[in-house]
């Protein structure tokens, strides 16, 4: 049974940092796509970092590129987004998400790739 926990959003200035956890169990360390994804009130869920955990293989969403980091540490179970030089439009739930085991592929960001979900974390970014 996939279990997904995210923490650590809160609520920072503009040009601050965040590093969200989420603590995963029952999915296959040596090949799982996993992903963050995040969603502001009134728009769609986007996904903004994912990672291939056979090969650490990263995708990130033009947007995140280069402030956005997603890591993972399979000795404690967690996979790990941190966030720099935030704006307040990063401003969302955002959500740690598992897909069946399997390569990310083009398909890495797309939440439709994804079948497995945590409950969220808000993160507010103000000016």
């Known amino acids: 049974q996939v279990q997904l926990v995210e923490s650590g959003g809160g609520s920072v200035q503009a040009g601050g940092s965040l590093r969200l956890s989420c603590e995963v169990s029952?999915?296959?360390?040596?090949?799982?796509?996993m992903g963050w994804f995040r969603q502001a009130p009134g728009k769609e869920r986007e996904g903004v970092a994912a990672i291939f955990t056979g090969d650490v293989t990263t995708y990130y969403a033009d947007s995140v590129k280069g402030r956005f980091t997603i890591s993972q540490d399979t000795a404690k179970n967690t996979l790990y987004l941190e966030m720099n030089i935030l704006k307040p439009e990063d401003s969302a739930m955002y959500y740690c998400a598992a897909a069946r085991t399997g390569g990310c592929g083009i398909l890495a960001l797309s939440k439709t790739m994804y079948r497995f979900w945590g409950q969220g974390t808000q993160v507010t970014v103000s000016s």
């Open positions: 029952g999915i296959n360390w040596r090949g799982t796509c």
